[in-house]
């Protein structure tokens, strides 16, 4: 169970993944030594998953950013684990979610260009048997991304 200042230690390392623990103890009303403690407890329990670089995409040289909704010819437990084990280890896949409605997944797909995207259609998503249909939403520009949660 997390408390205020739970929440306000994982607030402040969403902002800044590289505040130290003076700095983070001093925000949240804590000495140094109990901060750590916490900061400790929630990473051995998992509520922090990790620590990353942000990365921006275009920088890096991947500045398209396609939205791909697929269909699987059927809803079987073979076919899910044949996409979801192929779809882990395309690397042009930033994140995939199992959906509810018409579509089954969809996918964010992080290219070079148009002709990248084509590359993956062609060598990687189409070639999987169990994929019915897909549909491909290219992203024009990025109006708000949230990469930490908001606060409660």
């Not at 925000?27 to 329990?45: D, H, M, Y």
């Not at 990790?50 to 269909?71: E, H, N, T």
Request: proline letters at 5%; glycine letters at 6%.
């Amino acid at each position: 169970m997390l408390d205020t200042i739970d929440r306000r230690m994982l607030h402040l390392l969403q902002e800044d993944g590289r505040i130290t623990n003076q700095d983070l103890s001093e925000k949240v009303g804590l000495s140094p030594t109990p901060c750590l403690r916490r900061l400790k407890r929630l990473e051995e329990t998992g509520v922090i998953k990790g620590y990353s670089a942000i990365v921006d995409p275009k920088a890096y040289g991947l500045p398209f950013s396609v939205f791909v909704s697929v269909r699987l010819s059927q809803q079987n437990t073979e076919q899910i684990a044949e996409f979801e084990k192929a779809v882990e280890n395309w690397p042009e896949v930033a994140e995939c979610y199992l959906m509810t409605g018409s579509q089954d997944y969809l996918l964010r797909v992080l290219t070079d260009g148009i002709e990248g995207y084509e590359r993956f259609l062609k060598q990687k998503m189409t070639r999987l048997k169990c994929v019915q249909s897909v549909e491909s939403n290219f992203a024009l520009a990025t109006i708000k991304k949230r990469v930490g949660l908001p606060p409660l």
